[in-house]
């Protein structure tokens, strides 16, 4: 089945820019999604098919997709956007696949 | 504004049946599949099950099929998921979603489902 490898956690300093990568093998060939969910809250979808933002989401919210590493960038970072943040794609043979989430900590 | 209001979680024993709710509104809910997506308490979100616009194409992740079933009613808005065999295991926030093609736009609050004896 397919995977989808996050790092637990990735610490970003205040106005700073935050990269959280999504690892898979050829990732690349694959549309990758991104949630960011807050304590208690239900996830919100952020940026999906690789670089495209849901309306109401910042510009300061980006993404790239290459290889076998798919990455979420926050430019400007906000003590806001403090979340645990999930990578997704769908797969032919496993459905849909999450990755294991990344907690975003703004100090 | 699109709105998903799950309802029918609660305690049940290893073993026993539950059947979730999904109300949508606010959507042309017969255009988009819908599925369901659990969190178990401290853990990451994971997809469960899925149904086409119709109804007749349904995918299930490995560990809940044979066990859970996905069904839809487009003329009352609402997509169930009838779990079955339940385990603890099973213990989570199941969340109603849309699927836009291969990625959830919106998502319900979810739904406690606590299996234990």
């Known amino acids: 089945s397919y995977e989808l490898i996050q790092p637990l956690s990735v610490s970003v300093a205040l106005g700073q820019t935050a990269g959280l990568s999504c690892g898979g093998n050829?990732?690349?060939?694959?549309?990758v999604h991104w949630y960011q969910q807050k304590p208690g809250q239900a996830p919100v979808l952020v940026l999906y098919?690789?670089?495209n933002r849901p309306s109401g989401i910042p510009e300061r919210f980006s993404g790239s997709n290459s290889g076998n590493t798919a990455t979420l960038t926050i430019s400007r970072t906000q003590a806001g956007d403090e979340a645990d943040y999930y990578c997704?794609?769908?797969?032919?043979?496993?459905?849909?696949?999450f990755g294991g989430g990344t907690k975003l900590t703004v100090l | 504004e699109v709105q998903l209001v799950e309802s029918g979680g609660g305690l049940v024993q290893p073993g026993g049946s539950l059947r979730l709710s999904c109300a949508a509104s606010?959507?042309?809910?017969?255009?988009?599949?819908m599925s369901w997506v659990r969190q178990a308490p401290g853990k990451g979100l994971e997809w469960v099950a899925n149904?086409?616009?119709?109804?007749?194409?349904?995918l299930y992740m490995d560990s809940v099929r044979g066990r859970f079933t996905i069904s839809r009613d487009n003329a009352k808005n609402s997509v169930y998921l009838q779990m079955n065999s339940l385990r603890a295991e099973d213990t989570a926030v199941y969340y109603c979603?849309?699927?836009?093609?291969?990625?959830?736009?919106?998502w319900g609050q979810g739904t406690l489902v606590t299996v234990s004896s």
């Open positions: 997704q794609v769908w797969d032919s043979s496993s459905g849909g696949v």
């Open positions: 149904i086409k616009e119709d109804g007749n194409e349904k």
């Open positions: 098919r690789d670089t």
């Open positions: 606010g959507i042309a809910f017969r255009t988009y599949w």
């Open positions: 979603a849309r699927d836009s093609g291969g990625y959830v736009d919106s």
């Open positions: 050829n990732i690349g060939n694959k549309n």
